[in-house]
């Protein structure tokens, strides 16, 4: 008997009998499959909807969503941004791929073609075909090595290897060995003249010279491998719905599900509490998840979409930090609670449960910055915070910023009316405050000048610092002064969602009354929320941060970087000079915004108008501009965003702040730039602790306005 070796063999079938028993194996295992897709998909329903009526009405048009995820998954653009991953990540993926393909072009030859003539794959296609294939397997092999490598041997933190992961990997690692095993026996037994292009399979068979037999039947190891190999082909594809093998499907689903245009920093806003108030209706105003049974489908497939690689955690200010929180086993909690793998039972979990976590977080981005599976952490944290809110779980620190938002509007518990108490000191306060001042014509910006620098000293050195430098520039603009309110972040970031709104709605009319055409900022909290929030509210207005504005200022020449000249600010002397190097911390609210890099470019403009511009990570030069190591969107938080600069972490081993500051100080400088106010007093608190050296902490607006010639 002829045997073919690449194909089908049931030593005690005939040919015929063995493709229907193969078959009928893959149409059971497909059955498996779907059976566990739509047991996955059920799982998702939540909140009283299914999946597709969730994600279908929440955003459309499905076009860029669906490219997003095309894209995610073709050209693997997350998994391309680490090295590491993508170094085995990539050999997997493309590997797998093309191995599957290739067995679907032999399933067409054989099984298809085979009934309309003498169809065969040969000549110049067999040689690419097998030459490719045997490439894809190398590549498999090696992925899943490096992949196994780093689980087992060199076991990094954040990669806490999952047995089902292992499992996989194992798997995936004995089907490569398996497929050139019997790929070798074949060419053995088999040899044509174009076997060596099959070259690894070509070269192990040189091993089985003597063994494998071009007739007769073949040895009992040849067929209990072929079983196992192609067992494990069919194992895979059922586990594809039941194990952690879904985030092949499950994970550009996620991607799809979500719009791909809503900024990183954008909350989600549950309700439009104007909209309720006009309404004739009882409306019971619900929101934040209780437990994970009230999550949406969309939370939970994006929940289900988590791998456990890790990078958020390795990312996560608050697990650097030692707190009660990381943002992987938060997702991995969720997605066990779902029950939806291989033996999993869905489990109803409070939101109580998740306490320590949610607080612990600032919001800070880096982790829906690293996910590979584009999760919104920030969602869950904020949905969990709304429900504490909901079921008074809040403690004293937190009661009191809400209830001072309410009575002062500031979240320092200080009186409202010594918010401008600083502006007595501005000599020229009165030409810009809005009521005082006379204008002939609407003026072009509102500036939005912040509770902190109402209330911090150190911050309203800032405000005086934009002010002076928008005034040499011409700017038209005027502020609220004493009048202005809270803008509601801290509410919205606490979970507050109705207490925003209600200063939402106060702050919106203001800003209308002024006329202004614009906003502009310092504070990179209150631009995401004139940006994001407001807008979801039905108020739009161009909002800047004041960075990007006095950058733009200076490209047009209407301000010019220098050295000399003082604004009455710490940053005395020329910031910019070769004596004097500065690093720049990027608040995360702005990187991860994917707003400009106007600081950076404020910055490069004072060192190259003062000194050597060292626009470099490396410290070893004297003066001009560091940077970090982790900037841009990679940058690391100051600690005081999410609320945090108004209640204190208790289970904490060391302060982010102290983090961050260390790593600035790394690069040699003595003086940290910042352009948040946030940051600015995290920063300042974390350098007054150091012993033995002097820093400054300064605004970029301090810096040009230290610069600017007199
Ligand atoms: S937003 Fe920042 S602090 Fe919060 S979980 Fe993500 S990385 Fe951690
Ligand atoms: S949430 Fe995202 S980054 Fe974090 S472990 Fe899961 S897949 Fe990885």
Redesign the pocket.
Known sequence: MDIDYAREYLPFLSQRATLIAMYACVAVLIGVFVWGVVRRVRAYRGAGRSLWADVNGRVLPWGPRLARAARDAVAQTKVRERRLPAALHLPIFYGMVLLFLGTLVVLFYEDVLHWFGDFQIRGLFYVIFEAVLDLAGLALLVGVGIALWRRLVTRPEHLTPKASTLLILWGLLFMGLSGFGLEAYRIAAQPDEWAAAAFVGWSLSHLLTGVAEPTGTPTTVYAVFWWLHAGGAFALIAGGAWTGFSHLWVLPANVAAHDPRRQRTALTTPFDLAVTMESEEDVELVCGVAATDALAPAERLAADACVACGR?HQ?????AAGRS???RD?MQEIRTALGADLGGRPADRPAADFEDAVW?????????Q?CPSRIR??DY?LDVRRALVDQNRLDEQKLGVLAALDRNQNPYKLPSHERAAWLADVPYADEVLFGAADFDEPPEYLYWLGCSAAYDERTSLVARATMDLLRAAGVRFVTLGPAEPCCGEPAKRLGEEGRFQMLALTVIEMVKETGARKVVTHCPHGLNVFLHEYRALGFEIPALHHTELLAELVRDGRLRPGVGGSSGSEASAPAGSSSAAIVYHEP?NLARAGRPAAALELLRAVVAAGGPAADTVAPARSGGLRLPERQGVRTF?CGG??GNSFYQVEQEERRISGLRLEELLATGADRVVVSCPFCLTMLRDAAGSLTGRDVDVLDVAEVLSADRPS
């Open positions: 958020c990312e996560c200010p608050a697990v929180l990381s943002p938060l612990s977080c600032t919001n800070c981005y880096a982790c829906e690293a952490h920030v944290v995360c938080c965003g999410g």
